[in-house]
């Protein structure tokens, strides 16, 4: 089984690499960008007998900050070998 873990600055903490970006964007002149929200994707091969709890138990206790992060978790379809 193969997930994504997409983690995110909660609403309301400042994101300096985010404003960075936003600035760079203004410089090279695209204009209609309105805010820039940094992240990061983090993928993960597991068995199939890891629970959903324990893939929460991981985001919580190392892959995210909890006091200024949020993560969505995907899983991802793996193709079948031809």
Known sequence: MKVQVQV???PGVLD???RAIHHSLEGLGFSGVDDVRM???IE???AD???DEQIHEMCRKLLTNMVIEDYVICRIAQEEPA
Do not use: C, F, M
Request: aromatic letters at 0%; proline letters at 7%.
């Open 44 to 46: 993960i091969d597991l």
């Open 8 to 10: 995110r600055l909660k």
């Open 16 to 18: 300096p690499q985010g």
């Open 49 to 51: 007998e890891v629970s």
């Open 39 to 41: 992240g990061k994707l």
